[in-house]
């Protein structure tokens, strides 16, 4: 077998294979047997017809057509380890010449992993931030605990900034309505510029039955472009007025979070978690910043095939998670005020970063030889077993040999991450 490659680009190649008659002769062998299984001659049982009896049943041209089948199949992963390249996907193959029983030439071509040249990841230049909690911290997280423990009453008045309202409304746009602008028995609470400019402060003053209209116009900078800088009309219902009555944030309201004698302690209890959350996000920040830095340090580009595979991913969660919400893909788009178009092009990029950071930190791996041990692996199983213990299908999926692999490459992944911090700390 002689190989030939060219590169198509950095991610692509295409082989020139040449198969002389040695490489053909057991090809040709396989095809027959193969052929004469489902033969059928006079006087012999189906598939007990011997090869060279049933060559002179063959047709010539359904014997050449499964020896090069079988030729090309045999021969074409292994042409590929010759010039050490390694296909994502099986490659797509063309018969260019063929003379039975003397030579075959054909071409493959596949999106292959490409070559990475790391930079120095040793240098990346990247600070790890201290965590930090700020006393504005601490003083929201007491505000919402003062908030879940807050009476709410109906009363029969103006509505006013910090009350909740009840209310039905409906947005139109040169008369019609548009899509993510309705609701009803909507729950707001006033001042917290959870809707755009005007609409919240155009509710004061209202009392439970008023229905009136708000004529609003979106800011320019808005998500969907069909409303950005639109000038709208809202119908509103004010359906309910209820006064909030935060209770005060003192001892009292400290001994009813938990173990604490005094507000002091809840507040120290507050910033001990708080410094732990954000130590555990800045270390992941970290992480992030390392692999970004030394993707731009680094020769890599990302296979296309890999990018749509991401993206299908990315999509894949999100139309979950709208599924969870009752919604389908494309009308949690319209609730988060986005469009295909502009989440496709975002969608790539995250897709893109993803697949160079992969590449990147399998290279460093290799290059490190950090591995991971089956014992390690059989201990990480067990232990998911325990967390899924009362679903049944996520157990059986903890058997699969590809999980059990895919566990085992995100093993290495943390494991490399790890290294790549350590080299930088």
Same mark, same amino acid.
């Given at each position: 077998?002689?190989t030939?490659?060219?590169?198509?680009?950095?991610?692509?190649?295409?082989?020139?294979?040449?198969?002389?008659?040695?490489? %053909?002769?057991?090809?040709?062998?396989?095809?027959?047997?193969?052929l004469a299984?489902?033969?059928?001659?006079?006087?012999?049982?189906?598939?007990k017809?011997?090869?060279?009896?049933?060559?002179?049943?063959?047709?010539?041209? @359904? %014997?050449?057509?499964?020896t090069?089948?079988f030729?090309?199949?045999?021969?074409?992963?292994?042409?590929?380890?010759?010039?050490?390249?390694?296909?994502?996907?099986?490659?797509?193959?063309?018969?260019?010449?063929?003379?039975?029983?003397?030579?075959?030439?054909?071409?493959?071509i596949?999106?292959?992993?490409?070559?990475?040249?790391?930079?120095?990841?040793?240098?990346?230049g990247?600070?790890?931030?201290?965590?930090?909690v700020?006393e504005?911290?601490?003083?929201?997280i007491?505000?919402?605990?003062a908030?879940s423990?807050a009476d709410? =009453?109906?009363? =029969?008045?103006?509505?006013?900034? $910090?009350?909740?309202?009840?209310?039905?409304?409906?947005?139109?746009?040169?008369?019609?309505?548009?899509? $993510? $602008?309705?609701?009803?028995?909507?729950?707001?609470?006033?001042?917290?510029?959870?809707?755009?400019?005007g609409?919240?402060?155009g509710?004061?003053?209202?009392?439970?039955?008023?229905?009136f209209?708000?004529k609003?116009?979106?800011?320019?900078? *808005?998500?969907?472009?069909?409303?950005?800088?639109?000038?709208?009309?809202?119908e509103?219902l004010?359906?309910?007025?209820?006064?909030?009555?935060?209770?005060?944030?003192?001892?009292?309201?400290?001994?009813?979070?938990?173990p604490?004698?005094?507000?002091?302690?809840?507040?120290?209890d507050?910033?001990?978690?708080?410094?732990?959350?954000?130590?555990?996000?800045?270390?992941?920040?970290?992480?992030?910043?390392?692999?970004?830095?030394?993707?731009k340090?680094?020769?890599v580009?990302?296979?296309?095939?890999?990018?749509?595979?991401?993206?299908?991913?990315?999509r894949? @969660?999100?139309?979950?998670?709208?599924?969870?919400?009752?919604?389908?893909?494309?009308?949690?788009?319209?609730?988060?005020h986005?469009?295909?178009?502009?989440?496709e092009k975002?969608?790539?990029?995250?897709?893109?970063?993803?697949?160079?950071?992969?590449?990147?930190?399998?290279? %460093?791996?290799?290059?490190q030889?950090?591995?991971?041990?089956?014992?390690?692996?059989?201990?990480?199983?067990?232990?998911? =077993?325990?967390? *899924?213990?009362k679903?049944?299908?996520a157990?059986?999926?903890?058997?699969?040999?590809?999980? =059990?692999?895919?566990i085992?490459n995100r093993?290495?992944?943390?494991?490399t991450?790890?290294?790549?911090?350590?080299?930088n $700390?």
């Amino acid at each position: 077998m002689k190989t030939k490659l060219k590169k198509l680009s950095d991610s692509k190649v295409e082989l020139t294979v040449t198969l002389d008659s040695k490489d %053909l002769k057991p090809a040709k062998e396989k095809a027959l047997e193969k052929l004469a299984k489902e033969l059928k001659v006079e006087g012999f049982r189906k598939g007990k017809v011997p090869a060279e009896i049933a060559k002179k049943f063959i047709p010539e041209n @359904d %014997l050449n057509a499964e020896t090069i089948d079988f030729a090309v199949r045999t021969t074409v992963i292994e042409a590929f380890k010759e010039v050490s390249k390694s296909p994502l996907v099986l490659p797509n193959v063309t018969v260019t010449k063929m003379v039975p029983d003397e030579m075959i030439e054909y071409t493959a071509i596949a999106d292959i992993v490409p070559e990475v040249k790391l930079g120095d990841y040793k240098k990346l230049g990247v600070k790890k931030p201290e965590a930090k909690v700020t006393e504005k911290e601490i003083k929201e997280i007491l505000d919402n605990i003062a908030t879940s423990y807050a009476d709410k =009453k109906a009363v =029969k008045k103006a509505a006013a900034l $910090g009350d909740e309202v009840l209310i039905d409304f409906v947005g139109k746009k040169d008369g019609e309505a548009f899509k $993510g $602008g309705s609701a009803k028995d909507y729950k707001l609470t006033l001042g917290s510029n959870t809707f755009i400019p005007g609409f919240e402060d155009g509710i004061v003053g209202h009392e439970p039955g008023d229905k009136f209209d708000l004529k609003l116009t979106f800011p320019k900078d *808005y998500g969907v472009k069909d409303l950005a800088g639109a000038k709208t009309v809202f119908e509103v219902l004010v359906k309910q007025v209820n006064e909030i009555k935060k209770v005060p944030i003192d001892d009292e309201l400290a001994k009813k979070c938990g173990p604490f004698k005094n507000l002091s302690e809840l507040k120290a209890d507050i910033k001990k978690n708080l410094e732990a959350q954000n130590a555990h996000k800045l270390e992941e920040k970290f992480k992030d910043d390392l692999v970004n830095a030394l993707v731009k340090k680094s020769k890599v580009s990302a296979p296309e095939i890999l990018i749509n595979d991401q993206m299908r991913m990315i999509r894949d @969660d999100m139309t979950r998670n709208a599924a969870a919400q009752g919604l389908s893909f494309e009308e949690f788009l319209d609730a988060n005020h986005e469009t295909l178009e502009n989440w496709e092009k975002e969608a790539r990029k995250i897709a893109e970063t993803r697949v160079k950071a992969s590449l990147v930190l399998q290279t %460093l791996a290799v290059e490190q030889k950090i591995a991971i041990s089956d014992e390690l692996v059989a201990a990480k199983i067990a232990e998911l =077993k325990d967390v *899924y213990k009362k679903s049944p299908d996520a157990l059986k999926s903890l058997k699969d040999p590809n999980v =059990k692999m895919d566990i085992k490459n995100r093993m290495i992944i943390e494991a490399t991450l790890d290294y790549l911090v350590k080299a930088n $700390g």
